[in-house]
């Protein structure tokens, strides 16, 4: 008997290291590698494959083809910090912290706070190495939201959004050093932000490509100032007349200290800026490829809100909310519909297109759903996994919801195909209803002529929020 023991007990031993090692494999598909690109200011329109037609983004088109395109996602805000923050704590702008674009001295943003549990956090905790790269904005160096402190391993880039606004800046921060930047001194040219974010962001991927890992790349591109290198310049110099320029400031105490630089080429430096992202996109793509990664990693591409008019922008010009009204700082559908693009080799159909409304609160519960994790309570948001692998019963939003700080104040929510908007909110405004299924472009207020519908959704939008002693409509 004692013999016919060990010798199971050896079986079952052998057996179970077996099974061990060829479970590891089932357990790495649980925790892809995950890449979020999050442009700036980019609009709904500004992409070929959402309707360019002036210029070409080819690499974010094929990975359109790789994946699928989402044509009705939304930002957090209608603005990059509370947008952000909606984002990493997949709660909308009624109750996530950060509701507005607030600076602290010497450089930097009011820091989300220590209590907030964010996507970083959430990672890191099933063993992913965290990287952020590009603009933060949500937090001060040294404060409880650096990014340090909110869950990233490493950072490298920007960390006051208003700063970010220069492209060739005095310097960047990696980690919480100072990076100098001294080809740029006085007004010299000598090192574009983007490109050593870029490069930074490349070494991440190397660096940890046998860890799962989470990518936050939060490019600046394409704010104001509107400034690309001389290369991407001549590309487009004399194709986009006529031309605008843009006077403002090229020397100065506020020079490069978050002013907009002078550009007499405004149309050709928005193409530039937009090209160069792109191809920064494709290169990413390739990186995943040499590494053998592909299989095993699923790519984001969105933009943090509507396009801008400012440092001499012209959206209009180049249709960049496409069918959309309003730009940035909007709450109508130009300030907070985005572009939104998924790939994950051999896991989300390739060229598909969903209708899906999503926003940037449902990021949280999708990625804790796909790395088999807990979903935090307290969230607003919605898994859209279920959509993306085409696989489940996708659960859809009862309403989305936003809020705007500054302008008097505004406020927003959709139920279903219906839009409730409230402008003026300090002065007793008055609410706008439209219907996006039948008037997309919202031309046409239905306020007056359905009065049970505006008070329908305007209880809604009235009980969606919570008062926020930091972040006052003003």
Not at 206 to 213: A, G, L, S, W
Not at 439 to 449: G, I, M, N, Q
Request: charged share 20%; net charge neutral; glycine share 10%.
């Amino acid at each position: 008997m004692k013999s016919h023991k060990i010798a199971f007990l050896l079986f079952f031993s052998i057996a179970a290291i077996y099974c061990t090692a060829q479970e590891k494999p089932a357990l790495d598909i649980l925790k892809p590698n995950i890449i979020y690109i999050l442009a700036d200011d980019l609009g709904y329109g500004d992409l070929s494959c959402y309707g360019q037609q002036k210029f070409t983004t080819p690499n974010i088109d094929h990975l359109a083809q790789q994946g699928m395109l989402f044509t009705q996602h939304y930002s957090g805000a209608a603005v990059c910090a509370p947008s952000r923050s909606a984002l990493f704590t997949g709660q909308h702008t009624g109750h996530t912290f950060i509701r507005g674009n607030k600076e602290v001295q010497p450089e930097g943003q009011y820091p989300i706070p220590a209590a907030a549990f964010t996507i970083a956090e959430l990672v890191q905790e099933k063993g992913y190495k965290t990287g952020a790269f590009g603009k933060w904005g949500l937090g001060n160096v040294g404060s409880e939201g650096d990014p340090l402190q909110q869950g990233f391993d490493t950072f490298y880039g920007y960390n006051c959004q208003k700063l970010a606004h220069n492209y060739y800046p005095y310097h960047l921060w990696a980690n919480n050093n100072k990076v100098l930047l001294t080809e740029n001194e006085g007004s010299n040219k000598g090192q574009y932000g983007p490109d050593l974010i870029h490069k930074k962001a490349l070494l991440f991927i190397e660096k940890n490509r046998k860890d799962p890992f989470f990518l936050y790349y939060a490019s600046p591109l394409p704010h104001a100032e509107l400034v690309a290198p001389e290369v991407y310049m001549n590309k487009f110099n004399g194709k986009f007349e006529p031309e605008k320029a843009y006077i403002g400031t090229d020397a100065g105490k506020n020079f490069r200290k978050g002013e907009y630089a002078s550009q007499p080429y405004c149309h050709a430096a928005f193409a530039a800026m937009v090209t160069l992202l792109d191809e920064q996109v494709g290169e990413i793509v390739a990186k995943i490829k040499e590494l053998g990664l592909e299989d095993n990693t699923i790519i984001i591409f969105t933009s943090d809100n509507g396009p801008h008019q400012e440092g001499g922008a012209d959206p209009d010009y180049f249709n960049s909310n496409g069918p959309l009204k309003g730009y940035k700082r909007d709450l109508f559908e130009g300030g907070i519909r985005v572009p939104m693009i998924v790939k994950w080799k051999g896991k989300i159909a390739k060229g598909s297109k969903t209708g899906h409304v999503s926003a940037f609160w449902d990021v949280m519960p999708t990625l804790a759903e796909l790395i088999n994790t807990q979903v935090p309570t307290k969230i607003d948001g919605v898994s859209f996994l279920p959509t993306l692998l085409g696989k489940g019963i996708q659960k859809q939003h009862d309403y989305l919801y936003w809020e705007f700080h500054e302008l008097g104040g505004r406020q927003a929510i959709r139920k279903a195909n219906w839009k409730l908007i409230k402008y003026n909110v300090n002065n007793n405004g008055k609410y706008q209803l439209y219907n996006l299924e039948n008037d997309l472009s919202e031309t046409t207020d239905l306020a007056s002529k359905m009065p049970e519908k505006v008070a329908e959704l305007s209880k809604i939008l009235e009980s969606s929020r919570t008062e926020s002693e930091v972040f006052q409509f003003k």
